[in-house]
């Protein structure tokens, strides 16, 4: 089912948004060749549950974590592991959700440990951009497509990266996952039509060889590129206005100036 948020709602989703972005910049502080993806985990629990929110992901379906830790090849779901020390150049994605009162956010990024190279820095900037070229398409009256269209055009069409198809973003609020389904490849002018008041997540997934995965670990949720290759992720959860789309989870209100979200008077 989808459901349509009324400016109060939106406003309560902005303030859990608020939370997972103060977390995100918090990990940018300490995120460190020598420590431990734990350490991710820790950090974030405690930054949450600080602030009077709840870690939606734990117990989720059997998931026993407040985050999920991707490291290089991994794509997604990877767990925060104790004895997973981080190095100079790993690429690593955290992503979680965040309840406030109810109120649901979504977000994902990607940090570099240490020192980076020219082809991490290169799949960051595009699959940066290829988020943002997805939440440019989420307009009143444009359809799902439209979103996938200008993301895989951008990432596969103009940079031969490979763009996931397995993992998609998502409606979201009052619970995690709702309809609709947002793929981040399709046809544009094709699906469901957007309509003011929809929340929903925008989060490609982009490879720097094939889209494929692999899911051969024992724990059934690490998902892999197919081909070792690096993976990157970069999510946000936004909401659709007659204004344009609103991002709710904004990390830089300067450079998401227009995305903000204004709340209700």
Same mark, same amino acid.
């Given at each position: 089912?989808?459901?349509?948020?009324?400016?109060?709602?939106?406003?309560?989703? @902005?303030?859990?948004?608020?939370?997972?972005?103060?977390?995100? %910049?918090?990990? %940018?502080?300490?995120?460190k060749p020598g420590m431990s993806s734990w350490?991710?985990?820790? !950090? @974030? %629990?405690?930054?949450? $549950?600080s602030h009077d929110a709840i870690c $939606?992901?734990?117990? !989720?379906e059997g998931y026993e974590y407040a985050t999920c830790v991707s490291v290089? +090849?991994?794509?997604?779901?990877? !767990?925060?592991?104790?004895?997973?020390?981080?190095k100079d150049g790993d690429l690593i994605k955290v992503d979680t959700v965040v309840n406030y009162h109810g109120a649901m956010s979504d977000s994902c990024w990607s940090y570099v440990v240490g020192k980076s190279t020219p082809e991490i820095d290169r799949l960051m900037?595009?699959?940066?951009? @290829?988020?943002?070229?997805?939440?440019?398409? @989420?307009?009143?009256?444009? %359809?799902?497509?439209?979103i996938g269209a200008a993301i895989q055009k951008y990432t596969e069409e103009e940079n031969g990266y490979g763009d996931v198809r397995d993992f998609i973003g998502h409606g979201i609020g009052p619970t995690m996952h709702e309809s609709p389904n947002v793929p981040h490849y399709g046809v544009a002018g094709k699906g469901l039509r957007l309509r003011e008041g929809m929340t929903i997540t925008i989060e490609p997934?982009?490879?720097?060889?094939?889209?494929?995965?692999?899911? +051969? +670990?024992?724990?059934?949720?690490?998902a892999r590129t197919a081909d070792g290759g690096l993976s990157c992720q970069f999510e946000h959860t936004?909401?659709?206005?007659? +204004?344009?789309?609103?991002?709710?989870?904004?990390?830089?209100?300067?450079?998401?100036?227009?995305?903000?979200?204004?709340?209700?008077?």
């Amino acid at each position: 089912m989808i459901t349509i948020k009324s400016p109060r709602e939106i406003d309560e989703m @902005a303030k859990s948004g608020a939370i997972l972005a103060g977390m995100h %910049r918090g990990l %940018r502080e300490i995120i460190k060749p020598g420590m431990s993806s734990w350490e991710i985990e820790e !950090f @974030a %629990r405690n930054y949450i $549950e600080s602030h009077d929110a709840i870690c $939606e992901q734990i117990g !989720f379906e059997g998931y026993e974590y407040a985050t999920c830790v991707s490291v290089n +090849d991994e794509i997604c779901h990877g !767990f925060p592991r104790k004895n997973l020390i981080l190095k100079d150049g790993d690429l690593i994605k955290v992503d979680t959700v965040v309840n406030y009162h109810g109120a649901m956010s979504d977000s994902c990024w990607s940090y570099v440990v240490g020192k980076s190279t020219p082809e991490i820095d290169r799949l960051m900037e595009v699959t940066k951009k @290829a988020l943002y070229l997805g939440i440019d398409q @989420a307009q009143v009256g444009n %359809r799902i497509g439209d979103i996938g269209a200008a993301i895989q055009k951008y990432t596969e069409e103009e940079n031969g990266y490979g763009d996931v198809r397995d993992f998609i973003g998502h409606g979201i609020g009052p619970t995690m996952h709702e309809s609709p389904n947002v793929p981040h490849y399709g046809v544009a002018g094709k699906g469901l039509r957007l309509r003011e008041g929809m929340t929903i997540t925008i989060e490609p997934m982009i490879n720097t060889g094939t889209y494929e995965i692999t899911m +051969d +670990d024992p724990s059934g949720w690490v998902a892999r590129t197919a081909d070792g290759g690096l993976s990157c992720q970069f999510e946000h959860t936004i909401v659709i206005t007659k +204004d344009g789309p609103k991002i709710l989870t904004s990390q830089d209100p300067e450079m998401d100036a227009k995305y903000l979200w204004k709340p209700a008077e």
